[in-house]
């Protein structure tokens, strides 16, 4: 562990004064929270809504606690919400009635805005935040150490929201080795919709124009084809609520995404070549910018 990192984990300790951090969810995300912040020395409860799931994840050691009901979240001076965005969108009034007033709230949902507006009133200590990781599984058996390592931490708190719980967010991320990134909401949506959205639909498309060929294609598809697909044959109730939760963002997204599709297929129509390599030679540029 490098050594600002190490600093960060027991800033994060004397912030938390010896109190638990909750993690409600304990899926990819939430489960990969908490096998970093048991391997860190934290102690962690766990919420979870299903008896085989709270089994499954003592036997894996992802909490040192977790229980049904969420009694287990009011000693938490941290909790973290790793539930699907419709839950955080919506969020049962069982689930806010167990946070602790004073608890600074956090959440990991891949959308802001519509989270900040749904939590941000009802929870006096809530600092939205997405962490960029991920993997295409999920459920109780997805969380891996180190997901996060290196990953920018997205936080959209707005202006004038607490200072302290703001820091404590922050410093969680950074006690993990990710690198904390401060924007506003619809920003922050914007962005996700162009890298993290819209590949989601474009590697379904993917999927589904090369299920249209031949039957040949599935048994030479290799490395390449499952890199770019890989999200496009990933959890469909995510990519799902990830389209209905920022609409508008990805309709933009999409509309760019149909505009260059449109300017290379007119270059092969034209059998533009040279034109084509150019445009294939900017784009092998463009992507260090963004890897």
């Known amino acids: 562990m490098a050594t600002n990192q190490a600093e ?39 919420w979870v809504h299903r008896q085989a799931t709270a089994q499954r994840a003592l036997e894996r050691d992802l909490v040192d606690a977790v229980d049904l009901s969420g009694v287990l979240m009011k000693p938490c001076a941290l909790v973290v919400l790793a539930l699907p965005l419709d839950q955080l969108i919506a969020p049962s009034e069982m689930l806010l009635s167990a946070l602790p007033a004073a608890a600074v709230v956090t959440d990991m949902g891949s959308v802001k805005a519509p989270v900040e507006a749904a939590l941000g009133s009802r929870l006096p200590r809530f600092v939205p935040s997405h962490p960029m990781a991920g993997t295409a599984a999920a459920g109780v058996e997805a969380g891996v150490e180190g997901l996060f390592k290196g990953r920018p931490w997205v936080i959209t708190a707005a202006k004038g929201r607490d200072p302290a719980a703001l820091a404590l967010v ?101 059998q533009q070549w040279e034109q084509l390599e150019q445009k294939l030679s900017q784009c092998q540029e463009l992507r260090g910018q963004f890897l």
Request: charged content about 10%; overall charge negative; glycine content about 12%.
């Open 8 to 46: 960060m984990v027991q800033q994060l300790q004397t912030l938390l004064n010896g109190a638990p951090i909750g993690v409600v969810g304990l899926g990819l995300m939430g489960g990969s929270l908490a096998l970093d912040l048991r391997r860190l020395g934290f102690v962690v409860h766990g």
């Open 170 to 270: 922050e410093t969680l991320a950074l006690a993990l080795g990710a690198i904390p990134v401060h924007c506003d909401a619809s920003t922050h949506d914007q962005a996700v919709a162009f890298i993290s959205h819209l590949p989601v639909l474009v590697g379904a498309s993917l999927l589904q124009s090369a299920a249209l060929g031949d039957p040949l294609a599935q048994q030479l598809a290799s490395t390449g084809f499952a890199d770019t697909t890989r999200v496009g044959g990933g959890n469909p109730q995510l990519g799902r609520l990830m389209a209905q939760t920022n609409r508008s963002a990805l309709l933009t997204a999409l509309d760019c995404y149909k505009n260059e599709l449109q300017s290379l297929t007119e270059l092969v129509e034209n």
